[in-house]
């Protein structure tokens, strides 16, 4: 078996087209989303992110302002920032950039940012909400590794899932995600690897999620014939990006396979911009 790869740019594509007609019915309201990305101090990796975010929204329509403040600003005077934000009506998404200087409380600074307008899905809210299977904006990464295993058309009820990660904004949410359509899921994660019990659980998985950044942390071998796999992991090794599976050894056993790059990737930036336009959607009641 050869897996089908599962690439984000034409599901991507796809999600534009319709975002293009709502951001197109929200201007005739003299409406145009806004989402503002705050970054404290400096980071390589954010510069890259924010290039891709500020280019998607500019080929959406949809402003993108950058608000960069000094790396040794209080948390007070951030969250008096994001506070600003929340009370602007121009201003319809917020998305802090991470990392936050050493010293700032990441979880309490994300707490500030309005929940409507928490279009990176951070807050407790917005977690809850994708924990309840409430209406609410999802962490983007997650709901990219989820568009990715609709896509496939494979009907998801009963099937059994892997997700390993446990993070916040990944792992548990793409594991809720699933089980909200009654998708069996195991969680895996470090407890998991140390007990050695990782490859038992992979050979189980019918759609299994990695999201550990862990570079090829998952042989090939390990993979159930015919499985779906998402590979969310990006790490830098010799200059290359890889993701967390094996990912030549996984094409000839799985059925689906997203590839590192241009899998989960392209599609995330995608769902932060869907996130925004469903954001001033119910800000604005249009
Ligand atoms: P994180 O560091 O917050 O969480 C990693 C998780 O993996 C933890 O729960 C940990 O328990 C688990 N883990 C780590 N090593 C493990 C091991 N050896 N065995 C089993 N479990 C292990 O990371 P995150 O924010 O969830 O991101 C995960 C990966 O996804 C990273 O590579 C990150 O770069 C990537 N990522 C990609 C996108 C995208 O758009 N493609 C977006 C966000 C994150």
């Known amino acids: 078996m050869t897996a089908t790869l599962l690439k984000g740019a034409p599901i ?11 951001i197109a019915h929200l201007s005739d309201h003299g409406i ?29 329509g949809i402003t993108y302002r950058r608000l960069d403040l000094a790396p040794d600003m209080t948390e007070g005077q951030l969250a008096k920032q994001i506070h600003g934000l929340n009370i602007d009506p121009q201003v319809h998404g917020i998305i802090l950039q991470t990392p936050l200087p050493k010293g700032m409380d990441l979880n309490a600074m994300q707490e500030a940012i309005d929940p409507r307008k928490d279009v ?3 807050t407790q809210a917005n977690l809850g909400a994708v924990m309840a299977g409430r209406p ?37 949410p793409v594991s809720m995600l699933l089980v909200n359509q ?3 899921v195991t969680m895996c994660h470090t407890g998991t690897q140390s007990a050695g019990l990782l490859e038992y659980h992979v ?4 759609i299994l999620v990695v999201a550990t950044g862990q570079p090829q942390l998952v042989p090939g071998a390990w993979v159930r014939e015919g499985a ?4 969310v992991g990006i790490n830098y090794v010799d200059n290359a990006i890889v993701g967390d599976v094996a990912a ?10 997203s590839p590192v790059p241009g899998g989960v990737g392209p599609l995330t930036v995608t769902m932060l911009m869907r996130n925004t336009v469903q954001a001033t959607r119910s800000l604005t009641g249009f």
Request: aromatic fraction near 4%.
């Open 12 to 22: 991507a594509q796809h999600i534009n087209e319709q975002l293009s007609e709502e």
């Open 32 to 60: 145009t989303p806004c989402l503002v990305s705050v970054q404290v101090g400096e980071d390589e990796a954010s510069r890259i992110y924010r290039n891709q975010q500020e280019k998607k929204a500019a080929a959406l």
């Open 120 to 122: 990176d899905g951070v």
């Open 136 to 172: 609410g904006l999802y962490p983007s990464t997650a709901l990219s590794a989820y568009e990715l295993i609709l896509s496939t058309g494979v009907p998801l009820k009963g099937k059994e899932a892997v997700v390993i990660g446990r993070s916040a904004i990944v792992g548990k």
């Open 182 to 184: 009654r998708v069996t």
């Open 203 to 206: 050979n189980r998985a019918e």
């Open 228 to 231: 779906i796999v998402i590979d």
């Open 248 to 257: 030549e050894a996984a094409l000839e056993r799985a059925a689906y396979l």
